[in-house]
C-alpha cells in the first residue's frame, strides 16, 4: 500500500476518482476533499446537519462524517 502513502502526498485534495494503481478488482472510487469544499458541495442539494472531522492516527487526512438531509425534510 506505499502507492497508497505516495498518492497521498502528491496532490490529493480536492480530487476525486479511480487510482490507475489500484490493486482491487473493481477498481474503487476515492475522494478527497478539504472541509470548507466539501460542505459548499453537499450544502447545495442538502442542508447540513451535523458535521464531524475525526482526524487519523498516522495520516494527513482526516475522517468526515456528514449528517445530511433532502429538501422536504428542512
Not at 506505499?2 to 476515492?30: A, C, M, Q, T
Request: aromatic share 16%; net charge negative.
Amino acid at each position: 500500500m506505499s502507492y497508497v502513502k505516495e498518492e497521498l502526498r502528491s496532490s490529493y485534495r480536492n480530487s476525486e476518482g479511480i487510482w490507475e494503481k489500484d490493486h482491487y478488482s473493481p477498481k474503487r472510487f476515492f475522494s478527497f476533499f478539504d472541509e470548507a469544499l466539501l460542505k459548499k458541495a453537499v450544502s447545495g442539494l442538502f442542508a447540513v446537519r451535523g458535521f464531524r472531522a475525526i482526524p487519523l492516527e498516522d495520516n494527513e487526512l482526516d475522517f468526515y462524517g456528514l449528517l445530511l438531509a433532502g429538501e422536504q425534510e428542512s
